[in-house]
């Protein structure tokens, strides 16, 4: 599956592929096979920046991701919780397909090359 990561505006900002073991898949999968690729390449690398779907737990917000205070120790499973979360309380869409997501329980079928894009919700000031 393609993965892209979107402004609401619809302009890509980056998209990686992602290799799937099933053709049926939940969102809540979608979502943990994502976060757990992206921590596995984050800490492998070691880097300063974390540029991931969710904030990490004492990380900053810089320009380019998240600075992390401490390197190559983020936790997957603290990730995938945090944007199961952050679905759920509209911190941004997955569009599959043709379709948005409404639920983390909701199936889609998934194949190579099916677009899965995450789409992440900016609160207004004010609002």
Same mark, same amino acid.
């Given at each position: 599956?393609?993965?892209?990561?979107?402004?609401?505006?619809?302009?890509?900002?980056?998209?990686?592929?992602?290799?799937?073991?099933?053709?049926?898949?939940?969102?809540?999968?979608?979502?943990?096979?994502?976060?757990?690729?992206?921590?596995?390449?984050?800490?492998?690398?070691?880097?300063?920046?974390?540029?991931?779907?969710?904030?990490?737990?004492?990380?900053? %917000?810089?320009?380019?991701?998240?600075?992390?205070?401490?390197?190559?120790?983020? =936790?997957? /499973?603290? *990730? +995938?919780?945090?944007?199961?979360?952050?679905?759920?309380?509209?911190?941004?869409?997955?569009?599959?397909?043709? %379709?948005?997501?409404?639920?983390?329980?909701?199936?889609?079928?998934?194949?190579? =090359?099916? /677009?899965? *894009? +995450?789409?992440?919700?900016?609160?207004?000031?004010?609002?």
């Amino acid at each position: 599956m393609l993965i892209i990561d979107a402004t609401p505006a619809g302009e890509k900002l980056r998209s990686y592929t992602l290799d799937s073991l099933t053709e049926q898949m939940t969102v809540r999968e979608i979502i943990r096979a994502r976060i757990w690729q992206e921590v596995a390449d984050y800490n492998q690398k070691c880097g300063e920046i974390f540029n991931g779907l969710v904030q990490p737990t004492d990380a900053e %917000r810089t320009l380019n991701g998240y600075r992390v205070k401490e390197r190559g120790v983020i =936790d997957w /499973e603290q *990730q +995938f919780a945090r944007a199961c979360e952050a679905f759920e309380h509209n911190g941004f869409l997955l569009l599959i397909g043709d %379709r948005q997501a409404d639920s983390l329980d909701e199936s889609f079928e998934v194949r190579v =090359d099916t /677009e899965v *894009q +995450f789409v992440k919700l900016v609160a207004l000031i004010g609002g």
